[in-house]
C-alpha cells in the first residue's frame, strides 16, 4: 500500500526459479529497475545469484542473531534454547552460502532470563533492526560500509524445529529445561507425555523461592511428579530447582491454564439475557466472515480445525473489540476457548464481571458511563483480600461534576492499619517478595504497569468521576505517567547497587568494605486528591522497586481509582500483603501510620500543616524515616523579551492545568510592567475560549473542583484577594450550574503584603504581579520572598538572564520557557517548607533504600 501510494514499482512474483533454473520474466523484470543495491529481510538461498550479484553494491540481507552464531533457521529460538545472555542481528553482504557472507554491522543487547521470542523480537530486534538497515544503506551510499570476513569458528546451523523432536528432556538442569520451552513458544512448542498423551507447554518463567503446595501431576521421564498449584504447573529439572509453565495445550489444539489442569468439568452453560444473546449473534457473525469456508457456525464449530491461523486470531480479537470494548481479550483466550459456544462464554463472563481469579473475591460497584462499564471494588484491600472495615463502617464519595453520590467506601480505622501493617511486615519478612530476586520484582511491575495500561480508559472515567479530572487529561496524565512511572521503575529493580570502598586503617591491610543498599521494610504512603493515581504511582513504585511493601491511604474524597490499583496489583501476581490500601480519614488513618512502631519509613504529599504535624508524629513514635512534598507558591517571572504569544499559553497552563489542583501551579506570575496589559488581555482572550463543563465530554478544557468544601474555600480566596486590594478582571464565581464548578480567574495589581501573594490557592486562580523593567534582581527578591519552594519559571530568549535567574530561585524545580513539563526520570521534590525528599529519577529510590556498610577482614 505504501509502495502504490508513492508510485514505487511493486511486483508479487510467486518464485524467482522453479527446478532450480531462473524464470526469465522475473529476471528480466527485476534488471529493468535498474537497482544500485539489493536490501533483503529473508535468506539468499531463495534468489538466484544472477540478482544477488546484479547491483553495482550487490546485495545485504538482514540477520536475526549474531553471526556466525545461529546461522540458518529459527537463529531467535537457537539464541533462546542455548541460553544466550546476549543477541542481536548482523547485516551482512550476501554471498552464495547460507549466512555467511562478509558482515557490514551488528548490534547486540542483553538477554534477560525469561526472555521470550516474541519480547525479544519486539523490544529490540525489530525497531532496532529497521533502524539498522537504514544504517548499513547510509554507510554503502557513503563509501564507507565495512566488508568483515565471518569466522568460520562458533557457527552452528541448527534445523528448524520440529513438534515430532520438541519432546522436552528432563535429565538436565530446570535452566536448560525453563530454555527449550521458550526456545518453543509458540512454534512448534515444547511438550512432554502425561497421561499418555503429548501435552505442549508454554509461558515459562525461572522460579526461585519455595514452590507452593499443589497437587502432584506425573509425569514420563520426569525425575519427580510436577505440582499444578494456583500459580500454574511447576517442572523440576535434575538438580531439583523449579521453572513454572503458564499454559497448557493438548493433542486437539484446546489450550488451558496450567493451573486448571485438574479441573474435573467445565463450567455449566451461562443462561443469556436477551442483550447477551444478540452479542453472540454479532459475533457469530464475526466468526462466519473470517471462516468463510463453513456453511454454519454451530455452538460446537472449533476455530482451528476450520482452518484459522494466527492472523486470523488477531483479526477475531481485533473485531470482537469493536462490539464490546469494555471486555479485555488477548491472543491466548481464543487458544483457551476454542469452540464458539466456550469463546461467547468467556467473553460474558468476562463482561460480568466472573474473570475466574478465585483466590480474589471483588464486590464491584458497577457503572455504565462513558461508553463502557466500570467495576470498581470499594472495601478496604489488606493481605491480597477486599475486606469491609473491621468496625463496619462506611462513607459516601461524591461525584463533583453533578454532587451525586458515587459509592459507599470503606472508612478504614486503627484496627484495619494494624491488620494491614501486620500483613505488609510478614510478606517483608517471611513471604516471597522479600526473598524474591530483585529482576522477578520488575517483571512483576512490569505486568502491573501492562494491566493499568490496558485498563487507562476505565481508570481515567473513574478519575473523572471521583475526582473530576478531564477526562482526555487523564488519559495522557493521571493514568498515562503512572503506568511510566510503574515500567521506569520496574527497570531499576536489578540496578540498585553498592559501592567498594578502599579502606587503609586497618594493619595489614586485608580488608573489604562495601556497602549494600538494602529495602527498609514496612512503609506508609499518604497521598492528596488532585491526582489520585498518579500520586499514588510517584511513591508506590519507587517503594515496591526498592523492595519493601507498603500501607497506602488514598484521599478521603478520591478513593476509588487506588482500590481499582490494588485490584490490578493482585491480577498482575502481587504476593499477598505487599499492597495494602485503606480509605479513610487522615486523622485517624494517617494519624496511626505515623505512630505505627512496624512503619519505618512514610511518604506524604499534602499540605504543609499536616505535614509538619506527620513529621512530629514520626519523630515520636519509632524515629522512622520521613519525606515531605508539601504545600507551594511557585513564582512564574515573565520578561518582556520573551516570546509572548508562548509564556500566554504556556502561563494559562501554569495555573489552570488540572484546573489549578496541581501542586506546582504557578501561584504568582510577575510580568515585567512594560508587556503586562498586553498579557492580561491576551490571557483573558484565551480564557473566554476555555469551554467548562462535564469532564468526560471530550472537548471540555475545565471540570469541576474537586469537592465542594475545597470550591467555598476558592471562592473565599477570591473574596479575600478584593478586599485587599487585588483588581478582580475575571472569574471569582461559581458557574451557575450543578456540580462544584468554578469560573478561571484572574487577579492584577497584587501587592507582596496580601494574603493571595503568600499563599496557594491550589485552583484556577491566575495572581499577577508587575516589576519594574529591568529590575531582575528585585523580581528575584519578591520572587524568593515565600516560605515555598517546590517549583519555579522563567520567560525570556536571554540564555544568560534565564541561567542567572535559574541560579538564584529558590525551588526545587525551574521551568525555562516551559512549565509542568515534569518525567519520570526527573527528581521532583521541593525547598524550604515545600518539604524534602524526592519522587522520581534514581533520586526517589533513595527515599526507600538505607545503606549498610561491610567490613571484613580476610
Excluded at 533502524?131 to 557513503?142: F, H, N, S, T, Y
Excluded at 499443589?214 to 509425569?219: A, D, S, Y
Excluded at 508506590?540 to 484521599?555: D, H, I, R
Excluded at 496511626?592 to 506524604?604: A, C, N, Q, T, V
Aim: aromatic residues 8%.
Amino acid at each position: 500500500m505504501a509502495a502504490e501510494k508513492e508510485g514505487t514499482p511493486l511486483f508479487k512474483f510467486p518464485r524467482w526459479r522453479v527446478k532450480g533454473k531462473p524464470i526469465t520474466e522475473v529476471i528480466e523484470t527485476y534488471h529493468s529497475l535498474g537497482a544500485q543495491l539489493n536490501v533483503l529481510p529473508f535468506c539468499s538461498q531463495f534468489i538466484p545469484m544472477e540478482v544477488i550479484d546484479q547491483p553495482q553494491h550487490g546485495s545485504i540481507i538482514y540477520h536475526p542473531s549474531l553471526l556466525p552464531r545461529h546461522r540458518g533457521a529459527s537463529a531467535i529460538n537457537w539464541t533462546l534454547i542455548h541460553g544466550d545472555k546476549k543477541g542481536g542481528f548482523t547485516v551482512f553482504w550476501a554471498d552464495d552460502g547460507l549466512d555467511t557472507g562478509p558482515i557490514l554491522l551488528q548490534r547486540e543487547c542483553d538477554v534477560a532470563a525469561d526472555e521470550t521470542v516474541d519480547s525479544l523480537y519486539n523490544r529490540f530486534l525489530f525497531p532496532e533492526g529497521i533502524k539498522g538497515m537504514v544504517e548499513a544503506v547510509q554507510l554503502i551510499a557513503d563509501g564507507k560500509a565495512p566488508i568483515i570476513p565471518q569466522s568460520k569458528e562458533g557457527a552452528p546451523y541448527e534445523g528448524i524445529q520440529r513438534k515430532e523432536i520438541a519432546q522436552i528432556r528432563f535429565d538436565q538442569p530446570a535452566a536448560d529445561i525453563h530454555n527449550w520451552i521458550r526456545g518453543h513458544d509458540k512454534v512448534p512448542g515444547a511438550w512432554a507425555s502425561v497421561n499418555g498423551q503429548k501435552l505442549t507447554m508454554y509461558g515459562s518463567t525461572m522460579h526461585n523461592t519455595t514452590v507452593p503446595e499443589g497437587q502432584p501431576l506425573e509425569i514420563d521421564n520426569s525425575p519427580q511428579p510436577g505440582i499444578v498449584s494456583k500459580n500454574g504447573l511447576f517442572l523440576y529439572g535434575n538438580d531439583s530447582k523449579a521453572l513454572l509453565v503458564k499454559n497448557l495445550q493438548f493433542e486437539d489444539g484446546k489450550m488451558i491454564p496450567a493451573s486448571k489442569y485438574f479441573s474435573s468439568a467445565k463450567q455449566s452453560k451461562l443462561e443469556l439475557s436477551e442483550e447477551e444473546m444478540a452479542l453472540a449473534e454479532a459475533i457469530r457473525v464475526i466468526w462466519k466472515g473470517i471462516l468463510s469456508n463453513v456453511s454454519v457456525i454451530e455452538d460446537t464449530t472449533d476455530f482451528f480445525k476450520c482452518g484459522a491461523a494466527s492472523m486470523d486470531v488477531v483479526r477475531l480479537i481485533e473485531e470482537v473489540k469493536q462490539h464490546v470494548r469494555e471486555v479485555r481479550l488477548q491472543n491466548e483466550d481464543v487458544y483457551m476457548a476454542t469452540t464458539f459456544q466456550e469463546f461467547v462464554q468467556t467473553i460474558i463472563r468476562r463482561q460480568r464481571g466472573e474473570d475466574d481469579e478465585e483466590d480474589l473475591e471483588v464486590d464491584y460497584v458497577s457503572k455504565e458511563v462513558n461508553n463502557m462499564t466500570i467495576r470498581v471494588p470499594h472495601q478496604c484491600f489488606i493481605n491480597g483480600k477486599f475486606v469491609d472495615a473491621v468496625d463496619g463502617k462506611t462513607y459516601e464519595t461524591v461525584n463533583p461534576t453533578d454532587g451525586s453520590v458515587l459509592c459507599r467506601v470503606s472508612y478504614a480505622s486503627a484496627a484495619d492499619v494494624d491488620q494491614a501493617v501486620e500483613a505488609a511486615k510478614e510478606a517483608f519478612e517471611e513471604g516471597e517478595w522479600g526473598r524474591m530476586n530483585p529482576r522477578d520484582r520488575g517483571h512483576l511491575l512490569y505486568r502491573l504497569a501492562d494491566l493499568m495500561e490496558q485498563h487507562r480508559e476505565e481508570l481515567a472515567t473513574i478519575e473523572a468521576l471521583d475526582s473530576g479530572a478531564v477526562y482526555t487529561l487523564a488519559l495522557t496524565t493521571h493514568i498515562g505517567m503512572s503506568v511510566q512511572t510503574f515500567r521506569y521503575f520496574a527497570g531499576w529493580c536489578d540496578k540498585i547497587q553498592g559501592l567498594t570502598i578502599p579502606i587503609n586503617q586497618a594493619r595489614p591491610n586485608r580488608n573489604l568494605t562495601y556497602t549494600r543498599r538494602e529495602p527498609i521494610g514496612v512503609c506508609a504512603i499518604v497521598i492528596p486528591w488532585n491526582y489520585p493515581l498518579m500520586m499514588l504511582a510517584w511513591k508506590s513504585a519507587a517503594c515496591l522497586a526498592a523492595g519493601n511493601t507498603l500501607v497506602l491511604k488514598p484521599a478521603q474524597v478520591t478513593p476509588l481509582s487506588a482500590l481499582k490499583f490494588a485490584e490490578l496489583s493482585a491480577r498482575a501476581g502481587i504476593p499477598k500483603g505487599v499492597i495494602n490500601i485503606l480509605p479513610g480519614s487522615g486523622s485517624l488513618v494517617g494519624q496511626r501510620m505515623s505512630e505505627h512502631p512496624d512503619i519505618r519509613k512514610l511518604g506524604f504529599t499534602g499540605s504543609t500543616p499536616i505535614g509538619k504535624q506527620i513529621m512530629k508524629s514520626c519523630a515520636l513514635s519509632n524515629l522512622k524515616k520521613v519525606s515531605l512534598e508539601l504545600g507551594g507558591k511557585s513564582p512564574l517571572i515573565i520578561f518582556n523579551d520573551c516570546d509572548i504569544d508562548k509564556a500566554v499559553r504556556m502561563g494559562m497552563s501554569a495555573v489552570f492545568f488540572n484546573k489549578g489542583e496541581n501542586c506546582i501551579a504557578a501561584g504568582r506570575l510577575f510580568v515585567e510592567e512594560s508587556i503586562h496589559d498586553a498579557f492580561v488581555e491576551q490571557v483573558l482572550a484565551e480564557i473566554k475560549k476555555m469551554k467548562i463543563g462535564d469532564p468526560l465530554d471530550r472537548s471540555t478544557d475545565h471540570g469541576p473542583q474537586n469537592h465542594e468544601a475545597h470550591l467555598e474555600k476558592l471562592l473565599e480566596y477570591c473574596e479575600v484577594g478584593v478586599k485587599e486590594g487585588a483588581t478582580l478582571v475575571y472569574g471569582g464565581r461559581k458557574v451557575p450550574r450543578q456540580g462544584f464548578f468554578m469560573e478561571p480567574t484572574v487577579l492584577t495589581n497584587v501587592e507582596d503584603h496580601m494574603y493571595v501573594a503568600k499563599e496557594e490557592s491550589f485552583g484556577p486562580v491566575m495572581v499577577i504581579s508587575k516589576f519594574t523593567d529591568g529590575d531582575v534582581e528585585g523580581v528575584l527578591k519578591r520572587a524568593n520572598n515565600t516560605e515555598y519552594g517546590l517549583a519555579s519559571g522563567v520567560f525570556t530568549r536571554d540564555i544568560g538572564k534565564a541561567m542567572y535567574v535559574c541560579e538564584r530561585l529558590q525551588a526545587g524545580t525551574v521551568f525555562v520557557n516551559t512549565y509542568n513539563k515534569t518525567d519520570v526520570a526527573a527528581p521532583f521534590g521541593g525547598f524550604k517548607q515545600s518539604g524534602f525528599g524526592k519522587d522520581l529519577g534514581e533520586e526517589a529510590l533513595n527515599e526507600y533504600l538505607r545503606t549498610k556498610a561491610v567490613t571484613l577482614e580476610y
